[in-house]
Structure formats: structure tokens, C-alpha cells
């Protein structure tokens, strides 16, 4: 029944000239449709340079990444960002709304882009969204008139406003008090469950992490270890 | 091309959110295309002035018959026209009457008059003076010059024997409504005539020079039947008056067609470098505000990096990131273009309203002047933003998410 929905090939990444040094040394990964992975390991072992050559933010210096059948990297800028827009959301740990805009016109934004305006059915999956993410009071407040938390819940709506097949986020909850950042989580594994979208995300909350699917362990640029929370601990 | 809508949507929230800057840059921009829009007008409207004064009240046109070489009278050698326009030749017209009812048909002539020229002296006791005969319909005359409204003593008619004076000649010869003199035509009998009316034209020399007597009369005693030595046009736009003088001459062979730009030649020069000064003060202007819309223009891209980023993040293009710095720079430069016009004709409001008196400034605020400085300061803005746009649109989304 698993379908694999991206594998990662060999993924090398180097930063640096004129004396380039490896932050990534070939991994090699492959994700399930309808996984929930968590991504762990000490600062600098890697994990947001993975995250981000995954979300076809960053291109690798080698090695390939195949979302459901395209190879990102043969994509041009624009077509990047086309297949960011459509396939992908992305939760970050600085939540990064537009304080120019609403909470309701935040969670638009990412189909507003390539649609301008926002008919109905949108609109009213939207509202949804802000119903389902517990901020449907909050909905005309500036986004910088919200708290923290409140503002990493708008950030999942609008991760999943254009329903994409994975959901990145990096350490989503690592700037949220435990209170607000087992909300956030509880969000994201109630829609991995519902919409069955894939997540990946960046933690160092073991005990979050041992809530996963999947646990991935990178140290120094390598995968230390790949395996599921019943079997750690 | 749908994104475009939320593109100008964000250009306008960043502008909104910077209220101040906004406003203050509006305000720049604005002040600039004040300045340009008052200046124009100051200069079309002193220009318009001089050249009113210039060719109001005279022909815009002359046709005379060609000759060989210029006739003159070899008892005045400078010749007989103290007018701007230098006539060559005084063999008559003959076919005059075919000939203006064929240039009447020409919708853009105002005024067709032909007229009757021939050299005279005038004495008044042992005064005397020698003048310049032109003999007019007086009805016809006054569609250029419009002697019957310029009459400062006696009465606008021109019975046979009757004449029309200027008023230096008269002050000259101690002339007054009513008096008789003598008037000599080289190689005629001397004739006696009764002085009409006397005439301000407004111009020194012609009030010095010239005479108005009917045109039959002046026909009859210069022994030339039914014959006149040129015959004057007055064209709607005077700017058209020397293309259709060079259609005119093609069309006369064997006359001379003149307009009034070949014999102001230097006037118009004059005003040519005026405006020249006046656009290059404007280029300046102009150049100012494109440097306040770019800089602040730099600054707004530098302070909304994170959202770019973000907006890069979740998949915005390069080229829209571009187009909404591009969009503000239009915005910036039609509201202030807007605002700055009104600015440039409340200060002339305000001058005609205040201007100093005995000093009467006439301004000109042409549309397609206005027109032109509000493309100019809307395409100026855009390339304005071009820079800042390039630069911004081009950064890295992962330096702002990385760093937060
Ligand atoms: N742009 C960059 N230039 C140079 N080194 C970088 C750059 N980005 C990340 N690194 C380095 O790569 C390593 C991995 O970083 P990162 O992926 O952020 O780790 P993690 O998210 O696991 O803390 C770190 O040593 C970091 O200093
Ligand atoms: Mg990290």
C-alpha cells in the first residue's frame, strides 16, 4: 500500500567557494505518501539544508530529488516555483506572515499568486482552514496583531491552502511556548491524517518526534538512523 | 497574467504600510511636476505673448508678383515698408480678383486682403513727409488690422478723397481730422486730400509710415486700373503659415509666397533656445525625481526582504517580484504626477491672482504639454523602480528563511 512519493538520490551539497566545504555527503531517502517523518539530529548536522533542497528551494551539487515522477532540478526558476506554489507548503520557525495583510488574506495569499482574485469555493475553503486551525475569530485581525502561536496556526492554513501533496516545516514549534507548540503539532497530525498529506519535519523535541511516523537521524551530513518512534526509547 | 491583480495589490499594501515615506515622496514628485508644469506655461505663455504681438495685427502671409529684381523706389532706398515683412517686388497682380477668390477657398485663411501699394509725400504747409500708400477696403483691412477699432480721433471711413493716418505721422505733419494737404505721387499731378482719421496700430513705424486710402482711388491716382501689388493672408494657426505658404508658392508659379516665420527668422530662433533653457532646467527636474523615486524605492526593497522571501518561498515568480516594485514606482509617479499638476496650476492661479501689477505675466498650460510632462514623469518613475526591482526580485529566498 505505500506508495513512495519522493525520493531523494545521492543528494550532495557543498557551500563555500573558493574552498567549498560538504554539508550534505549523499543521502539517500525515499517518502511514503501519507508519512509523517521527522526530521532530527544536532544544530548544523544538515537538516534545514535537506529540508530546503527538498522544498526545491536549494538546488543540491549533486543528486537528484523526484517528487511524484518530476525530477525537480531539471526545472527552470520558474517552474520551481510554479511546483512550490502548487505541490508543496512550507511552515517555517519564524512563522514570516505578511504583516500587510490579514489572517484571512495570509492564508489566500499562496493562490492568490497565480489566480489574482479568489472566487467562492476558495474563499470558503479558506474559512475552513481558519475554522479547523482555531482562528476563525481572528480571520480581519492584521497578521501582526496576533499572537505567536496564533500566527504559526495561520502559517498551517495557508501551507494548505492550494492542498499541497507534502507539507515541509522547520522546527514549527521551536519558537512557541509547549502550550502553543502541541497545538501546532496536533494540527499538522490531524491533517497528515484527514487529507493523508505528507509532512517532514524538522524538530529537536524528541518527545514530538516520538509522536511520528518515522524518525530520520542525520548527523554530520549523513543519515545516522531511519527508523520508526516504537523503536527508539 | 491573473497574478497581476495581487501584484498591484501588494505594490499598494507596501506603499500604504510606509504611509510616510509615501506621502513624502508623493510630495517630492509632486513639487517637481509643479515646477515643470509652471514653467511650461510661464514660458508657452510668454511666448504665445510675443508672438501675438508679433503677428496679431499683420499678415501672416504675402503674395507678390515675382520679379527679377526688386523694385525700389530710388527716392527711398531702404524702400517704402516699414512693416517686418520685406516686400521685393511691386509689379502689380493682375488676375488679382481669380487669384482671391481662389485663396478664399482655402478654409485655413482667416483673412484675404488684397491691397494697393505705391510710395507718396504727404505736405501739410512746409511739413512733409513721405509715406507708405496702402490702399484697402477698409472693411477688408480690418480683418487684418483692425483699423476701425484703432481710430483715436476723426472717423473710420473712407470716402473717395479721404484718408486714414498714423498717429506719429500726424504729431509729424500737426495733422488734424479734417485737414487738407497735399499729396505728391512721384511722376502724377499733385492731388489734394482730406485727412479722415487718425489710427494707432500700435507699431511706431507703421504710425509713422503709413496711409489708408481706398483702394479704387489709390488705383486710379497711381494710374494702375484695377491692379494691386500684393495681396495679404492671415491663417488660422499662425505655425501653419509657412507650410502652407511653401503649398501656396507651389501652386502660384510666378509669385512669391512669404509667410511671416521666413521674415522673423531671428525671433523665432530666439524662442527656440528660450524653450531649449526652459526643457533643460526641466530635464534636470525631471532627473531629481527619478533619483528620489529610486532611492526610496531601494530603501522599501531593502525593508520588505522577509516578505519577499516568503513570497519567493511559496512560489511567487522573479518577474512578479519585479513587476510590484515597477507597479509602485507607476503608482508613485501618476499620484504625483496628478497631484503635481494641480500643484503647477494652483501657483499659476496664484500668480495671475497676485502677480505683481504693471507686470502682466500671461500664462499658457497646453494640454499636450501637460500630457507630455506627466508621460514623461510616469515613464521616468517606472524606470525609476527598475533598478531596485531588478535587485530585489533577484535575492535568495533561503538567506530569509534561514535567518529569520
Ligand atoms: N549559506 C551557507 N553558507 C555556508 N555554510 C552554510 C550555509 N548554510 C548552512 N551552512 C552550514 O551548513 C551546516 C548545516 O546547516 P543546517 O542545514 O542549517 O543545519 P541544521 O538545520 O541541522 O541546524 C552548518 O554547519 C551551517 O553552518
Ligand atoms: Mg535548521
Known amino acids: ?157 495557508r501551507a494548505l491552502i492550494n492542498q499541497p501533496r507534502l507539507v515541509l516545516a522547520d522546527e514549527p514549534t521551536g519558537n512557541l511556548d509547549s502550550k502553543s507548540g502541541e497545538n501546532v503539532f496536533a494540527l499538522m497530525r490531524e491533517i497528515n491524517r484527514d487529507l493523508h498529506t505528507t509532512f517532514i519535519m524538522v524538530t529537536h523535541d524528541s518527545l514530538l518526534a516520538n509522536r511520528t511516523d518515522r524518525i530520520v537521524e542525520l548527523r554530520d551530513g549523513l543519515v545516522l538512523c531511519d527508523q520508526s518512534p516504537v523503536i527508539i526509547e | ?50 508672438i501675438k504681438k508679433t503677428v496679431g495685427n499683420s499678415p501672416h502671409i504675402i503674395i507678390t508678383r515675382e520679379v527679377a529684381e526688386p523694385l525700389r523706389n530710388p527716392a527711398e532706398p531702404d524702400g517704402f515698408f516699414p512693416i517686418q515683412i520685406q516686400r521685393r517686388g511691386s509689379r502689380p497682380v493682375v488676375e488679382w480678383i481669380e487669384l482671391t477668390n481662389t485663396l478664399k477657398e482655402e478654409p485655413q485663411f482667416t483673412a484675404v486682403v488684397p491691397v494697393l501699394d505705391g510710395p507718396a509725400l504727404l505736405r501739410s504747409g512746409s511739413a512733409s513727409g513721405s509715406v507708405a500708400l496702402r490702399g484697402m477696403k477698409l472693411e477688408e483691412a480690418d480683418k487684418i488690422y483692425q483699423v476701425s477699432d484703432k481710430i483715436i480721433a476723426g472717423s473710420p471711413e473712407l470716402a473717395p478723397g479721404t484718408l486714414l493716418v498714423g498717429s506719429e505721422l500726424a504729431e509729424q505733419l ?154 509602485q514606482g507607476a503608482l508613485l509617479g501618476t499620484g504625483g504626477a496628478l497631484a503635481g499638476t494641480l500643484l503647477g496650476l494652483g501657483l499659476a492661479r496664484l500668480f495671475i491672482l497676485f502677480g505683481s501689477e504693471g507686470y502682466q505675466l500671461s500664462l499658457l498650460l497646453k494640454p499636450a504639454t501637460l500630457a507630455i510632462v506627466m508621460t514623461l514623469t510616469i515613464l521616468a518613475s517606472v524606470f525609476a523602480a527598475f533598478l531596485p526591482a531588478r535587485r530585489v526580485a533577484r535575492m535568495n529566498p533561503i538567506e530569509v528563511i534561514r535567518n529569520g
Open chain 2, 1 to 50: 497574467m491573473r497574478g497581476f491583480r495581487f501584484e498591484l495589490q501588494l505594490a499598494s499594501r507596501f506603499l500604504l504600510e510606509n504611509r510616510n515615506q509615501t506621502i513624502l515622496i508623493l510630495l517630492g514628485i509632486a513639487v517637481g511636476v509643479g515646477v515643470m508644469v509652471f514653467l511650461s506655461a510661464l514660458i508657452d505663455g510668454l511666448q504665445a505673448d510675443l
Open chain 2, 174 to 327: 500737426d495733422l488734424q481730422p479734417g485737414n487738407t494737404l497735399t499729396m505728391e505721387i512721384p511722376g502724377k499731378q499733385p492731388v489734394s486730400v482730406l485727412v479722415g482719421g487718425i489710427f494707432d496700430l500700435g507699431v511706431q513705424n507703421l504710425n509713422k509710415r503709413w496711409v489708408i486710402m481706398e483702394r479704387n482711388r489709390v488705383a486710379y491716382l497711381l494710374g494702375l486700373q484695377d491692379r494691386v501689388t500684393e495681396i495679404e493672408i492671415q491663417v488660422k494657426d499662425v505655425f501653419q503659415a509657412e507650410e502652407l505658404a511653401r503649398t501656396w508658392a507651389n501652386r502660384l508659379p510666378g509669385y512669391q509666397v512669404e509667410s511671416w516665420q521666413e521674415t522673423n527668422a531671428s525671433l523665432l530662433t530666439a524662442l527656440r533656445s528660450q524653450s531649449n533653457s526652459s526643457y533643460t532646467i526641466q530635464l534636470f527636474v525631471l532627473l531629481a525625481v527619478t533619483l528620489g523615486i529610486s532611492s526610496v524605492l531601494a530603501i522599501n526593497a531593502v525593508q520588505k526582504t522577509r516578505e519577499i522571501g516568503i513570497l519567493k518561498a511559496i512560489g511567487i515568480r522573479t518577474r512578479s517580484i519585479e513587476r510590484v516594485f515597477i507597479i
Open chain 1, 1 to 157: 500500500m505505500a506508495e513512495i512519493m519522493l525520493q531523494g538520490q545521492g543528494l550532495i551539497k557543498e557551500y563555500g567557494q573558493p574552498i567549498p566545504s560538504r554539508v550534505l555527503h549523499g543521502i539517500d531517502i525515499d517518502i511514503n505518501t501519507g508519512e509523517f517523518l521527522a526530521l532530527v539530529g544536532r544544530s548544523g548536522s544538515g537538516k534545514s539544508t535537506l529540508l530546503n533542497i527538498i522544498g526545491a528551494l536549494d538546488r543540491p551539487t549533486a543528486g537528484k530529488v523526484i517528487i511524484d515522477g518530476t525530477d525537480l532540478y531539471s526545472l527552470g526558476e520558474d517552474e520551481l516555483a510554479y511546483f512550490r506554489n502548487q505541490t508543496l507548503g512550507f511552515i517555517f520557525q519564524f512563522h514570516f506572515l505578511l504583516p500587510q495583510f490579514t489572517v484571512f488574506e495570509n492564508v489566500l495569499i499562496p493562490y492568490l499568486i497565480y489566480h489574482g482574485r479568489a472566487g467562492s469555493p476558495v474563499v470558503k475553503q479558506a474559512e475552513e482552514l481558519l475554522e479547523r486551525v482555531g482562528l476563525a475569530h481572528r480571520r480581519d485581525n492584521r497578521a501582526n496583531a496576533i499572537s505567536g502561536g496564533e500566527q504559526q496556526r495561520a502559517a498551517v492554513a
